[in-house]
């Protein structure tokens, strides 16, 4: 069964930049699409953007178009978020999952932009 691990988040600057990780176990992580997810406080969790299990393809909110990049090296199971020109908006708990179907959540990294 596919598990996976967010990590990476901390605090950070506005206008900084983070990488976040989201890294698999158990599984062959190459087999699945993976989506970025954060949930801020009182908000419901939002999806901010995807990438094909092939790497072909990604997909942005316009919320972060333009400031994340979504990639994945599948041979270390491993997808990343890059945030750059982060914002005091962008604070939230983001997670890692595979898109449109019901699975459990990890714990998520919790990413604070504050100066």
């Known amino acids: 069964q596919l598990q996976l691990v967010e990590s990476g988040g901390g605090l950070v600057q506005p206008g900084g930049s983070l990488k976040l990780s989201c890294t698999a176990s158990?599984?062959?992580?190459?087999?699945?699409?993976i989506a970025w997810f954060r949930q801020s406080p009182g908000q419901e969790r939002e999806g901010i953007g995807c990438i094909s299990s092939n790497d072909r393809f990604t997909y942005y909110e316009n919320s972060v178009k333009g400031r994340f990049t979504i990639s994945r090296d599948n041979a270390k199971k491993t997808v990343y978020l890059q945030m750059n020109s982060l914002e005091v908006e962008d604070t939230a708990v983001y997670y890692c999952?595979?898109?449109?179907?019901?699975?459990?959540w990890g714990q998520g990294t919790q990413v604070t932009v504050s100066s």
């Open positions: 158990s599984a062959t992580l190459s087999d699945y699409p």
């Open positions: 999952n595979v898109p449109n179907i019901s699975r459990p």
